[in-house]
């Protein structure tokens, strides 16, 4: 059982600490990371249905409890306001949550229906007997979400900005990555697979020796498939990525597949795609080069198994845990399938999630967070700015050029200025697997519709429910939703230091996005342009190879040896450390010419009034402020994972794990060791001279 106090807010007190999770027996110059946080490691149990636990974990479980409180309330008469306010403002969006709600729900009614619900398209799948067929129906099924050959998405054209363009990138494959076909740590995995597909195939009705022939023959064609992947290094190259085709181009790359024939099939405009960016050509390439008549059986067993994974969560409870058996608990580790009425809120915010996040906002959100949040990001900003002016690696010329881009980057905070219409979506309550494909319809048609329209800078990428944040290099813009401004990232309440540590850490790390090694190709107005020095970009990329070193050699508890991946992480990693360095120096520009603050509770009556910090902050709770600082930062990083979870996130995953997020950045920064004095032989320590500073 995981200890009933781990998703509690903690108590924080004035200082944003909860100074009772301190370990005293680990010092913060070892090991910063589980000092703060290896009394929660060593009490806490990951709860069953999840392979990892920590902040996030805790905030989004709340952000789901007070959602699924909207969703139900709205069949209740006491939601009839929320619902009379949604009505009013002329779409009906309160019957729409509900209605999505009870269809997931209706565990009886899905039951008794089985397999049913993808029958046709299994005997269709089946019955090709073309590739024209062929790719006639995965263009149909591409359209309602069940995946297809490639993965389409539109956004902004990174060669002009001010249009958007369809993207087509490598697809096709049922693992996580390309590397699970080829590498030896994954032979386990590989096995599992294919008996998955045969007992999954079994389970929609197909007799046991065809189900594992068909499993074989998906198999081996996704086999062949991943072998022209990319690998994930690679894939987050945008100058690699970044290949600008027109139709006939893409014609011409993929002879095989006609793709005007795939367009009429999908429903698509044609002239959506007269110009297209094709990320991994050798991959689009490879995939297509497969479709001909001699492999159509085996892209027949390839669609049958597409069909069924991209349903198996919407049928019937044994197919949907058979599912899981694979996809959770072999690949991740969690040994038990989320609450039902969590994975229905999951499916209701998937389907309409502004909608939900509209009355999230309206019930949860204090405004007042927003104007805090907007004195913290002005502070981030100036912060980078004196920071890029006192660069000692960067030549004048570029300096201004980042400067340029700096002044042009647009915060979003809590929710969206306006919000997406749904008006058009129709649902059905006693249609589970209709609502999810209409869905995917009505998302397949509002993507492709924006090509050919101006871009509409006010659009989000995450609900305002969602507890994470982004930087958008096209829009040049970073991303704050509402449920991530809470503890133990941000309380208007706290002493600034804690709210700097993490919030602005947060704050910070979004902005560093736009200058890591892919952030730093676009300019202030979202276009891929190289408005570098030569010499600069040669001096940038040694400090970033100087990170990518550091990280290459660290392996987190459960890896089994396995080490970060320093070229996959290094965007984030770079986020990471030019987010907490400038936070640092933001917190002290947030003191500069202000009266040292008198914090009421932080004193018993025998305790003389605070001190205060060598930056004129006070001492609260015994703390300086970069001791609050430096605390906040690693409290946000809390987590726990499961070993199958941890090696598959060091594979895919470009994010470093948490206590090298929180450990091998703070070893970089002088502020930390000064607060600390740490010294030679403490386990946090790194000579200066091995120290990166980028921004």
Not at 91 to 114: P, Q, T, W
Request: hydrophobic share 40%; net charge negative.
């Amino acid at each position: 059982m995981t200890d009933p106090s781990a998703n509690s807010p903690g108590n924080y007190g004035p200082a944003g600490i909860d100074l009772a999770e301190l370990d005293p027996a680990i010092r913060p110059q070892d090991d910063l990371f589980r000092h703060v946080n290896g009394r929660w490691i060593e009490r806490t149990e990951i709860p069953a249905d999840k392979a990892r636990y920590g902040s996030f974990a805790v905030l989004a479980e709340n952000a789901e409890a007070a959602v699924r409180d909207i969703i139900t309330g709205l069949s209740a008469p006491a939601a009839a306001d929320d619902a009379a306010k949604i009505a009013a403002r002329g779409v009906d969006d309160a019957a729409k949550i509900a209605a999505l709600y009870r269809s997931f729900m209706d565990v009886e009614r899905i039951d008794a229906r089985g397999a049913a619900p993808i029958a046709d398209d299994l005997e269709r799948a089946l019955a090709v007997a073309s590739i024209d067929e062929l790719v006639s129906l995965v263009a149909r099924l591409e359209r309602e979400g069940l995946g297809g050959f490639f993965g389409l998405y539109v956004d902004n054209d990174p060669g002009d900005p001010h249009r958007y363009i369809v993207f087509v990138l490598q697809g096709g494959i049922g693992l996580p990555d390309e590397s699970y076909y080829r590498e030896e740590q994954f032979a386990e995995i590989r096995e599992q697979y294919r008996a998955h597909i045969a007992r999954m195939l079994e389970l929609v009705g197909i007799d046991p020796g065809r189900a594992g022939r068909l499993a074989g023959d998906a198999y081996e064609l996704e086999r062949r498939i991943a072998a022209t992947h990319w690998d994930r290094v690679d894939s987050r190259d945008i100058q690699k990525l970044y290949n600008l085709r027109s139709f006939a181009q893409l014609q011409e790359l993929t002879p095989a597949l006609d793709w005007r024939a795939f367009l009429a099939a999908s429903g698509a405009p044609e002239a959506a795609f007269a110009e297209v960016v094709v990320g991994q050509t050798d991959a689009v390439a490879g995939l297509a080069g497969l479709l001909v008549e001699e492999e159509l059986p085996a892209w027949r067993a390839w669609l049958v198994w597409q069909i069924v994974r991209g349903s198996a969560a919407l049928l019937s409870q044994e197919i949907s845990r058979t599912n899981f058996e694979f996809y959770g608990t072999a690949l991740t580790g969690a040994p038990e399938q989320r609450d039902r009425w969590r994975r229905g809120v999951s499916f209701v915010e998937g389907a309409v999630g502004e909608a939900v996040g509209r009355l999230y906002v309206e019930r949860h959100f204090d405004e007042s967070a927003k104007a805090s949040m907007d004195v913290l990001v002005e502070h981030l900003i100036e912060a980078y700015r004196e920071s890029i002016l006192a660069l000692d690696w960067m030549g004048e010329e570029t300096k201004q050029r980042a400067l340029e881009k700096l002044e042009k980057f647009t915060p979003k905070i809590g929710y969206p200025v306006k919000w997406r219409d749904y008006s058009s979506l129709e649902v059905d309550a006693e249609d589970l697997l209709g609502n999810s494909r209409r869905v995917a319809e009505f998302e397949f048609a509002r993507e492709l519709g924006k090509v050919g329209r101006p871009i509409d800078r006010d659009e989000w990428f995450m609900t305002p429910q969602t507890v994470n944040a982004y930087y958008n290099p096209g829009f040049n813009e970073i991303v704050f939703p509402a449920a991530i401004l809470q503890p133990p990232f941000f309380d208007a309440a706290w002493d600034p230091a804690a709210n700097y540590g993490a919030i602005g850490a947060v704050i910070g790390h979004e902005i560093g996005h736009g200058f890591d090694d892919q952030g730093s190709r676009y300019d202030g107005d979202g276009k891929l342009s190289d408005w570098w020095t030569e010499e600069d970009r040669a001096a940038f990329e040694t400090r970033t190879k100087a990170l990518i070193a550091q990280y290459n050699t660290l392996s987190p508890e459960g890896a089994d040896g396995q080490t970060v991946n320093g070229e996959l992480t290094i965007g984030e990693n770079i986020g990471d450390l030019s987010g907490l360095e400038i936070a640092w120096k933001a917190y002290l520009i947030s003191l500069d010419g202000e009266e040292p603050p008198v914090v009421e509770g932080a004193r018993t009556a025998e305790q003389p009034a605070p001190k205060h910090g060598p930056h004129g902050e006070p001492i609260i709770d015994g703390l300086t402020g970069a001791e609050r600082f430096f605390l906040a930062w690693a409290q946000a990083w809390q987590q726990k994972s499961r070993p199958e979870e941890t090696v598959r996130l060091l594979t895919i995953d470009p994010h470093s794990p948490n206590e090298f997020r929180c450990n091998q950045i703070v070893r970089n920064l002088a502020p930390f060791h000064e607060a600390y004095g740490t010294q030679p032989g403490d386990g946090l320590w790194l000579d200066p001279a091995e120290r990166v500073g980028i921004w």
